[in-house]
């Protein structure tokens, strides 16, 4: 993987298809909310679970990670989840915290299922008041669990990265700045990117200097090119992306960036002026713009590319014929020569056939070799 990520030639292929949440989820044969809430087990322990039931080589792109807190750092009054609402199928929780002798609440709400991964929505749009009237504390793993416990775990099934993505627009709904704010407040967004670029670059540099190291920094954003326009993403985030991969190619960890949806502008701006290693999940039409081939054609001497399985034309939907007939085409187009990692688009649903995923694994096997 590691190889690979560097934009050089491995033994073979490795195969990492993005089955981060819902898969390992499923595998463990409990309610969601046990995982996502509880910690019981972790996601980061299910997912290399998943890793070695198929197979594949582990590709943990957010594993957790402890600092302790600079001295010259303000370190706010944490926020604590509690339980507001519970049914059959759905458990609801709130954040709050003590400042001054005054409880904050955010005005957002969690909601976990029994069979999804959970979703956060503004409380009132789901009929609950500003103010809970009542609530239970979640008894859940209080410790929490360090870098080097994840690495240990892990082992020789594959590579552990932690997350750190550059200042970014994000949908109306949520909390934080949007496109609206953007046009309408520029001066304040900018000075935020600003802001929040210094931040992530301090801890990046904390992180790197640590004893335990991540093997990858993963950078980016789930739909990035959703909810930023290509100018957007040069203006509020790519001073920072930009950083963040110099100090990377320094540190000689890799980076990588995520950017599920329309990616194809970003392909172009992180090869050309970016020390960027990595790039995934290029995900093809109708989902995303990326063709694996003309991607490796313009961009594979600057860039690793991972990717670019259709997730529910092929991998959900698709039978185990038509899976290994995708993964001979992503190897004939961008395996070549090296830098190449077969995997998917972003997030391989739920209820994935294993037999498709077990097929990525036996291509690579016999075509994947070089």
Request: aromatic share 8%; proline share 8%.
């Amino acid at each position: 993987m590691l190889v690979a990520m560097r934009n050089q030639q491995p033994d073979r292929v490795p195969v990492a298809p993005d089955i981060s949440n819902m898969i390992p989820c499923r595998l463990t044969g409990k309610p969601f909310w046990d995982i996502y809430l509880y910690q019981n087990p972790p996601l980061w322990k299910a997912y290399i679970d998943a890793c070695r039931y198929f197979g594949i080589d582990g590709w943990l792109d957010s594993a957790p990670y402890n600092l302790e807190p600079e001295l010259d750092e303000e370190v706010k009054p944490s926020w604590k989840e509690v339980i507001v609402r519970r049914t059959p199928e759905r458990i609801i929780t709130r954040f709050y915290r003590e400042v001054k002798g005054r409880t904050e609440w955010l005005e957002m709400a969690k909601v976990y299922y029994r069979d999804n991964p959970p979703t956060t929505i503004l409380a009132r749009k789901i009929g609950l008041p500003d103010v809970p009237e009542k609530f239970e504390v979640v008894e859940k793993e209080k410790r929490q669990f360090s870098l080097a416990e994840v690495k240990d775990y892990m082992g020789e099934s594959g590579v552990v990265g932690v997350f750190l993505p550059p200042p970014q627009l994000g949908p109306p709904e949520r909390s934080g700045y949007s496109i609206y704010e953007y046009l309408d407040r520029y001066s304040e967004v900018k000075e935020w990117a600003e802001r929040e670029t210094d931040k992530r670059l301090r801890l990046l540099r904390r992180i790197l200097q640590a004893p335990v190291k991540p093997d990858f920094i993963l950078t980016g954003g789930s739909g990035l090119l959703v909810f930023n326009t290509p100018a957007i993403i040069r203006d509020i985030a790519l001073p920072c992306l930009k950083e963040i991969t110099r100090l990377c190619q320094k540190a000689s960890i890799p980076s990588q960036v995520h950017c599920c949806g329309p990616e194809k502008e970003l392909v172009k701006m992180c090869a050309e002026e970016t020390d960027l290693s990595s790039i995934n999940p290029l995900e093809p039409p109708p989902m995303g713009d990326c063709n694996l081939r003309e991607i490796k054609k313009l961009f594979s001497q600057k860039l690793s590319l991972m990717g670019n399985l259709h997730t529910s034309q092929v991998m959900l939907f698709g039978s185990v014929e038509e899976v290994k007939l995708a993964a001979r085409k992503a190897l004939e187009e961008a395996a070549s020569g090296g830098g190449f990692i077969l995997s998917t688009g972003d997030q391989c649903g739920r209820d994935t056939p294993d037999a498709n995923i077990f097929a990525l694994v036996e291509v690579v096997e016999r075509y994947g070799r070089y």
